[in-house]
């Protein structure tokens, strides 16, 4: 090697090499669990978000207020429906007791009560895993 020649230090990456960058702003508190999260993990700030971005990245993303809007317009529907289920079968009851419940309507009732309890469960499981999710974060 040549006494005049420079170093050039270590090799120039030719791919993964990281350009682009995100600056982001933190409060105080949330910095304070950064710090935390540092310490913690035993890895810098900057690995750390970039674990949690890129490997948590595939991950849903919840706006929780407006799940708990749509969630409460539809326990809302829900007990709606259900007061028009339970007015119908009264009212079947009683024409029933007359004797003037036509076995059409009382069969066409059934299959929309059904219909109607398996899309409650349905409903039921798809809100038990949104729960589960949410509750793995």
């Known amino acids: ?6 170093l050039k230090g270590r090799p120039q990456l030719t791919e993964g090499k990281r350009t682009k ?13 950064v710090l935390a999260l540092e310490q ?10 970039r674990q949690r971005l890129l490997q948590d990245g595939k991950a849903i993303v919840i706006n929780a207020k ?12 829900l007990g709606r429906s259900g007061n028009n289920i339970n007015q119908l079968a009264r009212y079947a ?4 007791k007359k004797d003037v419940l036509s076995p059409v309507v009382a069969d066409h009732f059934k299959q929309l009560f059904e219909q109607y ?3 409650q469960n349905e409903l039921t499981i798809a809100l038990r895993q949104i729960i589960r999710q949410m509750a793995a974060k």
Do not use: H
Request: glycine share 4%; proline share 0%.
């Open 1 to 6: 090697m040549n006494a005049y020649q420079k």
């Open 21 to 33: 960058k995100i600056d982001v702003r933190f409060t105080e508190d949330e910095y304070k669990i």
């Open 40 to 49: 913690e993990l035993g890895i810098t700030k900057t690995e750390l978000i």
């Open 66 to 77: 407006e799940l708990i809007a749509r969630l409460d317009a539809i326990g809302a529907e």
């Open 93 to 96: 009851n009683i024409l029933q």
């Open 117 to 119: 309890n398996l899309q």
